[in-house]
Structure formats: C-alpha cells, structure tokens
C-alpha cells in the first residue's frame, strides 16, 4: 500500500511537472526527435556527390528541404494556427480576430514552428557534412585538409548562429515580458485559469458528445420499424459540410429572419444524427413527445411552427438566390 501511494505521488508529481512547464517539455522533446532524426537520416539517406554541381545540389538539399519540412509541420501541429484558419472566412463580424491580434498569433505560431528546423540547421553544420558537401571541390575527400577547414567553418557557423538565436530569444522575450500589462502572479493566474477552462470543457464535450451520441444510436435501434433505408441513411460517408437544418425559430418568417438565416443553422455532426433529428421531428408532427434534453427548450416553444417556419424560409431563400441571379 505504502509503495503503491508513493508510486501514484511520484507519478502526479512528474505529470504536473510536466504540465506546468509544457511548453518547455514539448521543445525539448522536438530538439531531441530532431538531433536523433538528423543522425540517422545522414548514416541511412546521405550520399554525397564527387562532382561539383551536383554535390552543391545534394548538400543544400539535405540542409533546407527537412528544415522546411519541420517548419511546415510545426505550422500544422499548433492549435493556435486552427483556431485562426476554422471558419475564418465566415465569421460574424464581432468574432473576427482583427488584424493586431492576427499578427500577434501568427507571429507566436512561427516562432514556435521555428524550434525543430533552427535545431536542425544548428545540427547539420555541426556535423559538418551538408556543408562539406556542398562547398568541396571534391567531395569525396573526406580526409583532405580543404574538407577538413569546410568541416570547421561549418561549425563556426554553427555556434555563431546558435548564439546569435538564443542572444535574439532571450532579448525578445525579456523586452516580451516588461511590455507585458499583468505581473508574473496575474500571468500565472490567467495560465492556470486557461488551462483549468480547457481541461473542463474537454470533460463536459465529452460527456456531453457520449449522451448525444448514445441517445441517437438508442433512438435508431430502439425503432420498430426501421426499413433498409434508414440503414442507407445512417452509412452514406460523412462529409465536413452536412446539411443544416433549422433548430430555432422564433416569430415569423420575415426579412429579418432571411437575413439571420445562417445564424439560425446547427450543423448535422453525423449522418446517423441527422437521421435522428428527422426522427424527432416527425414524431414531434405527430404529436408524440421526445426526450432529448437539449431540444426541450426549443420543442416547448416552436414545435407546431417549426415544420412550417423552415419551410418558408427555405423558400425565402431560393427566391433571393433566384432574384441575385437575374442581375
């Protein structure tokens, strides 16, 4: 027992650790992965040329391509570039991200992207191969006293551009820090507060992802009747875009609700939770009641308008689409 409550303290201890200083754990980690990549990848992959331009070629190459590669992943695997990119084009207006706010993010993305292929560079001219490779006049040499002072250059290169990025990081983030509005306790806070904010959320998506998807699956299986096109219904491939429907109408169809028609639109997330809204719907017409939780508030208010009420403003819409056409 007593073993067992150290191990899950020690275990705690090294996991808030690692989530207090994350994202120092997540570079270290990239730098690792890199000096470990670029190693083999040059026993495995490297083959120099013995004639020049080839050889100035090859070695460029080896320098720029995985560095360009790991930047672009490092673009691709930050959260912050897809909370920028989602939706970006059809934003409401007030929930556009303006473009101080832009930079700032876009600025912070690249500079996190830049981790994995700065190591990189700083590792292949230490190395000293690319270089050599690439700067010989004979390639092949590899003893020869010209390869042999390429081989140095290249890490003189090497240390003065690790010095020169970590002089310009330390200065960034120091000037970062004293043009920083709250005190090193209100960032902690706020950092905390955010983290604390995703985690929960996390949770209750889940929870709440779990219920919705269990109620739609109950309802599909729960049915008597079901027909094989019900089947055909649920297994068409689900597609980013799916249909929307209109879950919340209030008053009549008007002007005004054409022009919040979008607004009025929740997404289908799933074949199968399209063909369970339809489900509810029909038996709503029918005057039996469901007990979906989260259409309770919208079903005691709108139910014997709503068929009718989308209807109308899909209609309205068309008419539009067909008036815009004309000029």
Same mark, same amino acid.
């Given at each position: ?13 090294? $996991?808030?650790?690692? #989530?207090?200083?994350? @994202?120092?754990? /997540?570079?270290?980690? !990239? &730098?690792?992965?890199?000096? @470990?990549? =670029?190693?083999?990848?040059?026993? !495995?992959?490297? #083959?120099?040329?013995? +004639? ?6 090859? *070695?460029?190459?080896?320098?720029? $391509?995985?560095? !360009? ?8 695997i930050n959260n912050t570039t897809w909370r920028l990119l989602y939706g970006c084009a059809k934003r409401s207006h007030h929930?556009?991200? $303006?473009? #101080? ?9 690249? !500079? ?15 190395? *000293? ?12 040499s590899s003893g020869s006293e010209d390869n042999l002072l390429l081989r140095a250059h290249s890490q003189v290169i090497a ?5 020169? @990025? ?43 992802? &779990? ?37 919340? /109408? ?8 054409? #022009? ?5 639109? =929740?997404?289908?997330? +799933? ?22 939780? =989260? ?11 709503? $068929? ?10 068309? =008419? ?8």
């Amino acid at each position: 027992m007593i073993n067992a409550a150290l191990s899950s303290s020690v275990f705690n201890s090294i $996991g808030n650790n690692i #989530k207090k200083y994350q @994202v120092s754990f /997540v570079n270290g980690t !990239v &730098v690792m992965i890199t000096v @470990v990549g =670029e190693t083999i990848f040059k026993y !495995v992959a490297f #083959k120099c040329p013995c +004639s020049q331009p080839d050889a100035f070629l090859y *070695g460029s190459s080896f320098i720029c $391509g995985p560095a !360009v590669i790991l930047f672009i992943i490092g673009m691709l695997i930050n959260n912050t570039t897809w909370r920028l990119l989602y939706g970006c084009a059809k934003r409401s207006h007030h929930t556009n991200h $303006g473009p #101080k706010r832009s930079a700032y993010y876009c600025t912070e993305i690249i !500079v996190r992207s830049l981790v994995a292929p700065g190591t990189w560079l700083f590792v292949s001219f230490l190395e *000293g191969s690319y270089y050599t490779c690439l700067k010989s006049h004979s390639p092949c040499s590899s003893g020869s006293e010209d390869n042999l002072l390429l081989r140095a250059h290249s890490q003189v290169i090497a240390w003065i551009y690790l010095a020169t @990025v970590v002089t310009f990081s330390f200065l960034g983030l120091m000037v970062n820090r004293c043009l920083s509005k709250y005190t090193y306790d209100q960032s902690r806070y706020i950092d905390m507060y955010r983290e604390t904010e995703e985690d929960i959320f996390d949770n209750v998506m889940k929870e709440k992802t &779990v219920n919705k998807a269990k109620k739609n699956v109950s309802l599909f299986f729960e049915k008597k009747d079901r027909i094989k096109k019900d089947w055909d219904e649920i297994s068409i491939a689900p597609l980013a875009d799916l249909p929307f429907g209109i879950e919340q /109408v209030d008053g009549k169809v008007t002007l005004e609700l054409l #022009k919040h028609y979008d607004e009025c639109k =929740e997404p289908y997330m +799933s074949p199968l939770h399209q063909w369970a809204k339809r489900q509810r719907q029909s038996c709503t017409s029918k005057g039996n009641k469901t007990s979906d939780d =989260e259409d309770q508030p919208l079903l005691s208010q709108i139910n014997q308008q709503k $068929g009718k009420v989308c209807d109308e403003a899909q209609i309205l819409v068309k =008419e539009k689409s067909e008036v815009e056409s004309k000029f």
